[in-house]
Nanobody, 118 residues
Framework: QVQLVESGGGLVQAGGSLRLSCAAS????????MAWYRQAPGKQRDLVAI???????NYADSVKGRFTISRDNAKNTVYLQMDSLKPEDTAVYYC????????????WGQGTQVTVSS
């Protein structure tokens, strides 16, 4: 079994920064993708940023130039550095990993609230 534990959310003023972390633990095989999604109240869960093994990162248009996804393979951890935050970035942020071990499986973190005040 694999668990993803997120940290780093909180309340910040517009223009501020936050850094989210998501660490995987348990019976980890090969991590194929690491990604961050977000879900605002009453809206669907949307992809924010994704890193596919061996490829460069991709970002939603709304966060390009402001957010940076990175990974520490030794720690099985993915980060999301969020700069120049806007009120419209307010949402619950979820990490997601696709891991291959006896087949490919997708795992989700518990979610962390990010609130940006104007």
């Amino acid at each position: 079994q694999v668990q993803l534990v997120e940290s780093g959310g909180g309340l910040v003023q517009a223009g501020g920064s936050l850094r989210l972390s998501c660490a995987a633990s348990g019976s980890i095989g090969t991590i194929i993708t690491m990604a961050w999604y977000r879900q605002a109240p009453g809206k669907q869960r949307d992809l924010v940023a994704i890193m596919i093994s061996g490829a460069s990162a991709n970002y939603a248009d709304s966060v390009k130039g402001r957010f940076t996804i990175s990974r520490d393979n030794a720690k099985n951890t993915v980060y999301l550095q969020m700069d120049s935050l806007k009120p419209e970035d307010t949402a619950v942020y979820y990490c997601n990993m696709e891991i291959v071990r006896f087949g490919k499986h997708a795992y989700w973190g518990q979610g962390t609230q990010v609130t940006v005040s104007s």
